[in-house]
């Protein structure tokens, strides 16, 4: 299967940007997600990117992505403490129907 | 409201029982999954489900079996349960069946099932 890295922790200050990070093992045709997971719920999908864009911006989200060093990452403008949560980097790859999970970043806001 | 309902929400286990976790969906979508989440380790696929009749393993299938008798029903059994199988499970859904340039295939996921085996 395909390998899907993330750091586990971040905190960050509210009113600060948090950056979330993630590696990927590359295809040649792919989506790239992000999933939010608030304590004691199931994933809810926040953003998506297909492998051939750069950039994806949705109000206070970005999503950059660089193919050449298979890295992704999601930017959080803003941050409030209502963003504390578990976020997972997945990618599906075009004719394959499964998803490839990372292991999650739990983001911690500090008042 | 429409979407994916597990159940039980928590289960405490004796080693060696059987136990089956209930998925329904009422959104009429063609894939199901089941992952298991642990610490450290993220969602790890155990099974899934391209369409109804059909189903397929994912990366940690051992000791865990399915059924998909109909679109809406999804559920996975343990057939007899270990203390490694303590997690919490997630079924998902999506609406397609492979990942088509222009379909995104948002995955839908459960509340989850914290399953405890002693």
């Known amino acids: 299967g395909e390998d899907v890295e993330q750091s586990l922790f971040l905190s960050v200050r509210e009113g600060d940007s948090s950056v979330i990070n993630c590696t990927y093992t590359?295809?040649?045709?792919?989506?790239l997600y992000w999933y939010k997971q608030e304590p004691g719920a199931g994933l809810q999908l926040l953003t998506y990117?297909?492998?051939?864009?750069d950039m994806k911006q949705d109000q206070r989200l970005t999503v950059l992505l660089n193919k050449k060093d298979k890295h992704l990452s999601l930017r959080i403008a803003d941050t409030q403490t209502g963003d504390s949560a578990i976020y997972f980097c997945?990618?599906?790859?075009?004719?394959?129907?499964?998803?490839?999970f990372g292991t999650g970043t739990s983001l911690t806001v500090i008042p | 409201i429409a979407g994916i309902t597990q159940a039980p929400t928590s289960q405490i286990l004796a080693a060696g029982r059987r136990m089956t976790l209930r998925c329904t969906q009422d959104?009429?979508?063609?894939?199901m999954y089941w992952y298991r989440q642990d610490l450290g380790l993220g969602l790890r696929l155990i099974h899934y489900?391209?369409?109804?009749?059909?189903?397929g393993k994912g990366e940690v299938p051992d000791g865990y079996s399915v059924s998909r008798a109909n679109t809406d029903d999804f559920p996975l059994t343990l057939a007899s349960a270990v203390p490694s199988q303590t997690s919490v499970y997630f079924c998902?859904?999506?609406?397609?069946?492979?990942?088509?340039?222009?379909?995104?295939?948002?995955?839908?996921f459960g509340e989850g099932s914290r399953l405890t085996v002693l």
């Open positions: 998902a859904s999506s609406d397609s069946i492979s990942r088509e340039v222009g379909n995104t295939g948002e995955l839908f």
């Open positions: 590359d295809s040649s045709s792919t989506y």
């Open positions: 990117i297909f492998s051939n864009m």
């Open positions: 997945a990618e599906s790859i075009v004719g394959v129907d499964q998803f490839y």
């Open positions: 959104m009429r979508h063609n894939a």
């Open positions: 489900s391209n369409t109804a009749g059909t189903t």
